[in-house]
Each structure stands twice: as structure tokens, then as C-alpha cells.
């Protein structure tokens, strides 16, 4: 875990396997042999959303906590395969998720794979895409 904070910019590690382990966390790595290419942590949160017209509403969102692919194995498809396993396991719509302190390059990604872009900034740091209230039939 200790490249992941340092690709994030973070002053210290925020995840470790014990704390995992004391959370109903999951987490998925992509590895062969003994290589980890990444890793993709998720878990349910309870959140407060405030919309644009500023009502505020509790919902508890499948949250993408951390994912991470090694720098080295990056735009390869690694990220794109962890994470389509992910919603799949998960039986979950990337649309449908809430991102923890999302990294520019996490943005583009969800945007090239999944058209997601439009949210309403939070003070919690979360980001909700717009899709996520649409009504789906």
C-alpha cells in the first residue's frame, strides 16, 4: 500500500491489510506469481448528498475507496479489466458508485470508459456522478 499513497500525494498510508480486515471492505488485486499490477478497494458508506439546489439527502453507496494500477502497467487495460471484474462480482453500474477522493487520472478514465463527468461537488470529497439518480428501467 505504500506506493498507492505515494501516487496519491497522501502524507501517510491510509490503507493497510488489517485495517481492511476490521471493515466489510473488499478488496480485488490483479497480480500473477508474485507482481501485483493493482488493486481496486471498495465498501459501503453512508453518505450525505447535497444537490445543486441544495437539498441534502442520506444514501449508501458502493464506494470506490482506492485503485490503483502500477505506473508501469498503466493504459494496458490492467485498470479496465480490475475494475469491470469488480462491477461484476459486485453486481454493480459504475454509474451507480460513489469515488472517494477521486485523482485526475481516475476521472479520465471513468469518463473515456463510462461517460461519466457531471457531479455536484460534496464537503465530504465523495464524488457522485450525475447518472447516479437517473431512474433506469
Known sequence: MLIIYKAQGLGAVISSFARVCATNNRVYIKAEKNLV???LKVGEKNLFYRDSLGSIR???PLCVLDFYVKEEFQRM???KALFEKMLEIEN???QKLA???PSPKLYGFLRKH??????VPQNNN???FD??????F
Do not use: C, H, N, W
Not at 463510462?114 to 457531479?119: E, H, R, T, W
Open 37 to 39: 499490477y493493482g488493486m
Open 58 to 60: 442520506e444514501i449508501s
Open 77 to 79: 487495460g490492467i485498470g
Open 92 to 94: 454493480a453500474e459504475p
Open 99 to 101: 469515488y472517494d477522493r
Open 114 to 119: 463510462y461517460g461519466l463527468s457531471k457531479f
Open 126 to 128: 465523495f464524488v457522485i
Open 131 to 136: 447518472q447516479y439518480f437517473e431512474v433506469t
